[in-house]
T-cell receptor
């Protein structure tokens, strides 16, 4: 699996959009971009995934650049409950395992 | 609909002992994966079980072994515990083979402390 690079930490004001970047410059054509988050004392939670088109669901939006070398996870209206470590992962569709890095610790500030 | 459940939530052992951790997958799921998460690090893949067999294994020694039962629940066994085995052990379930179902569902983990 390709490696990803994320900033170690970010802050966001409550109610504002949180934009979490991820670099994956060595991504292969058959690798998807996945995002998971881990709230303190819980297991990771799936957020969203995509191949090359932008994706949106009830939790977030995923914007992937045209060259697929980077992506941004957008939480449109951050709440205190969104404070967590966010992991960006690239994975071959259907692969058995996920390779987590150290992620971005997002702190939502009141 | 029950999610992924793990037991126990916390466990304290001493070096050299053996430990067994348990996981029940989300209802309807047939595949279980185990991850180790050291403090301040992301989870690391240990192995995955499907149809009661180990499908893939990460870079972990043979001291780590597992089992899957006919009801899809799973156990993780660690022998000859080392201090470095202290970590949060996470279980994740999914449904395979289903290429449309790409979400892993994680339990809250078992916190293992080796003294």
């Amino acid at each position: 699996d390709a490696k990803t690079t994320q900033p170690p930490s970010m802050d966001c004001a409550e109610g504002r959009a949180a934009n979490l970047p991820c670099n994956h410059s060595t991504i292969s054509g058959n690798e998807y971009v996945y995002w998971y988050r881990q709230i303190h004392s819980q297991g990771p939670q799936y957020i969203i995934h995509g191949l090359k088109n932008n994706e949106t669901n009830e939790m977030a939006s995923l914007i992937i650049t045209e060259d697929r070398k980077s992506s941004t996870l957008i939480l449109p209206h951050a709440t205190l409950r969104d404070t967590a470590v966010y992991y960006c992962i690239v994975r071959v569709h259907g692969a058995n395992n996920l390779f987590f890095g150290t992620g971005t610790r997002l702190t939502v500030i009141p | 609909d029950a999610g992924v459940t793990q037991s126990p939530t916390h466990l304290i052992k001493t070096r050299g002992q053996q430990v067994t951790l348990r996981c029940s997958p989300k209802s309807g799921h047939d595949t279980v994966s185990w991850y180790q998460q050291a403090l301040g690090q992301g989870p690391q893949f240990i192995f995955q079980y499907y149809e009661e067999e180990e499908r893939q294994r990460g870079n972990f020694p043979d001291r780590f072994s597992g089992h899957q039962f006919p009801n899809y629940s799973s156990e993780l066994n660690v022998n000859a515990l080392l201090l470095g085995d202290s970590a949060l052990y996470l279980c994740a379930s999914s449904l395979l083979p289903d290429p449309t179902n790409e979400k892993l569902f994680f339990g809250s983990g078992t916190q293992l402390s080796v003294l």
